[in-house]
């Protein structure tokens, strides 16, 4: 029979010490990658589609879950509750969430405060657990579940903005259908 915790462990130390062994490659590639991504995403904007409107909030929750590595009761309980209140908070950035259409897509741009913020935090965290082994980080740890809570708020609000922009958009195509027929009726 398999014994599975102790195959677990055997993963995670072969990871480990692969990471470790190659430290400095992997966070460059790492921040390389992922900072680029967040900053050009950020800059530009996403395509809106509804696999990435559930996708996004699951990443950050994954990501964010990678920090709770050698937090104890208490600290899990202190980054549970710094998500609540950022699931509660996140209605405050629905001013900052913007759509627009390019070549016929829907695209948004999100709050890039908060990205920033939950980059720069994570950004911070894995450096800390890659070069100083550093595996308790409740601080930083709160900080991305409070954030972590905010992109899962931001989601709902996305996908009501999304609603609004549907609305707006055939509200305006129907009046300028409306002025075309009134147009050609004084013609």
């Not at 029979?1 to 993963?11: A, G, H, Q």
Request: glycine letters at 8%; one cysteine or more.
């Amino acid at each position: 029979m398999i014994d599975i915790t102790s195959l677990v462990k055997t993963y995670e130390s072969m990871f480990l010490k692969f990471l470790f062994e190659y430290k400095l490659e992997f966070f460059a590639a790492f921040v390389l990658l992922f900072v680029g991504r967040k900053v050009f995403r950020a800059s530009k904007g996403g395509r809106y589609t509804k696999f990435g409107l559930i996708l996004s909030p699951l990443l950050y929750l994954a990501f964010t879950g990678f920090t709770f590595i050698g937090l104890d009761l208490i600290g899990l309980l202190a980054c549970f509750v710094a998500f609540a209140v950022g699931l509660g908070f996140s209605g405050v950035l629905k001013d900052q969430l913007t759509f627009f259409e390019r070549n016929g897509q829907l695209y948004y741009r999100r709050a890039v405060t908060t990205v920033l913020g939950w980059t720069v935090a994570f950004v911070l965290r894995l450096y800390l657990f890659i070069f100083y082994d550093v595996t308790v980080g409740i601080i930083l740890s709160m900080i991305l579940s409070y954030i972590a809570g905010l992109f899962t708020g931001e989601a709902f609000q996305i996908a009501i903005h999304k609603q609004i922009f549907d609305y707006n958009k055939s509200h305006m195509a129907a009046l300028q259908e409306q002025d075309a027929v009134s147009e050609g009726q004084y013609n």
